[in-house]
């Protein structure tokens, strides 16, 4: 019985443009929970200093996680879903668009 798509990944070579700055990660993490219609209940996000960021968007049907480190051009992310499971698979491909990685590693569970 599958309930759900976990998927978790490390994406390498990214601009620290892209990753430095809360209001930046802010925006495109929102942007792929509404394209890809999420049910979001809510989100959080922290900059760190001197850059990095952390957030969270908590949806009805599970989570997605964003932890970035600019000083290394990496980000680690974490796509949960128990409701449609291709949701996860878009949000991860949207991802991939916006912040344009020159390699990445990904895993996928499925939960069940």
């Known amino acids: 019985m599958l309930v759900g798509k976990h998927i ?21 993490m929102e942007h792929i ?3 890809v219609e999420f049910d979001k209940i809510g989100s959080l996000y922290k900059q760190f200093e001197p850059y990095g ?20 051009n990496l ?6 879903t128990c409701g449609d499971v291709n949701q996860a ?3 991860f ?8 990685p020159t390699s990445y590693k990904k895993h996928i569970l499925d939960r069940g």
């Open 33 to 35: 929970s509404d394209k």
């Open 53 to 72: 960021v952390t957030g969270v968007i908590l949806i009805a049907e599970s989570h997605v996680s964003i932890h970035t480190w600019p000083e290394y």
């Open 75 to 80: 980000v680690n992310m974490d796509i949960f």
């Open 89 to 91: 698979q878009e949000a």
């Open 8 to 28: 978790i990944a490390e994406l390498y070579g990214i601009s620290k443009e892209k990753i430095s700055d809360e209001n930046t990660v802010k925006q495109f």
């Open 93 to 100: 491909q949207l991802i991939l668009e916006s912040l344009e």
